[in-house]
């Protein structure tokens, strides 16, 4: 994509939704932080799930290292990887009273250097708490990088290298908000579905997925022309013909 066309891009997606945001829920950016951990190889629907009755009781890193492990563990076991993650959300929450005077560092470094926290994990704290400009890549927006021809690369590093270089203003605080909503809603991994992709135009992806109905209709017509097929050369199933055996009478042996 050139420049008018990513500058396209993004206004259309900020047209459809002016104000994207994580689907993940929290109230504060230390419940951000614990839900953006948890939320590594699991959905978001899924953490939001656990998270809810947790983050009634625990809005502190203090209260959530008085909860201790066991009882985080027990409330998080729906979640894939809970014995790890629970072990990494104490160690930060004491991180951050030891070190940050309880509160969440706003520089990508200190983040970093807590348990748990990559790259990923930092970035979407840094937009979604802070406000920052940063391209948190996650499957989705590699993905939808790469297919649409937006931000082509091979690594999550090599993506969000291309969307800082190329995402213009006024779009950069909201773009990985709407990248993620559009993989994970419409341009899905196994069938991407164009026919209703407010920038089906300006993507490089092909063929095309088209609508619903009319994959309804061109399968239909390939069933009905293969049944024509066999009924005009007089060819249908038919049984396999048993093959003959291959064993030889032996030679009587004379004592």
């Given at each position: 994509?050139?420049r008018e066309q990513i500058f396209e891009f993004f206004r259309r997606f900020a047209e459809a939704n002016p104000s994207p945001t994580t689907e993940l ?57 809970f014995n790890t993650k629970a072990k990494n959300v104490i160690l930060l929450s004491q991180a951050l009273i030891d070190n940050h005077g309880g509160k ?152």
């Open positions: 994509m050139n829920e929290s109230s504060n950016p230390y419940q951000l932080l614990v839900a953006v951990v948890l939320s590594a190889q699991a959905t978001d629907a899924s953490v939001n799930i656990a998270t809810r009755p947790l983050f009634e009781r625990i809005k502190t890193p203090r209260q959530m290292v008085d909860f201790g492990e066991e009882a985080l563990r027990d409330a998080i076991k729906t979640i894939g990887l969440v560092p706003r520089t990508r470094e200190q983040l970093q250097e807590l348990p748990g926290v990559g790259r990923k994990t930092a970035n979407v704290v840094l937009n979604t708490a802070f406000g920052e400009e940063t391209f948190a890549v996650d499957t989705h927006v590699f993905r939808v990088g790469n297919r649409t021809g937006l931000a082509p690369g091979k690594t999550v590093d090599e993506v969000e290298a291309k969307l800082e270089k190329m995402v213009p203003q006024p779009f950069r605080r909201d773009a990985h908000h709407w990248l993620i909503l559009q993989g994970r809603y419409t341009c899905k991994a196994r069938l991407p579905e164009c026919w209703r992709c407010p920038v089906a135009d300006l993507c490089r992806y092909a063929p095309k997925t088209p609508p619903p109905e009319e994959r309804a209709k061109s399968s239909a017509a390939r069933s009905a022309s293969r049944a024509s097929s066999r009924a005009r050369t007089g060819r249908g199933p038919t049984a396999s013909k048993p093959k003959a055996s291959r064993s030889r009478a032996r030679p009587s042996r004379r004592p």
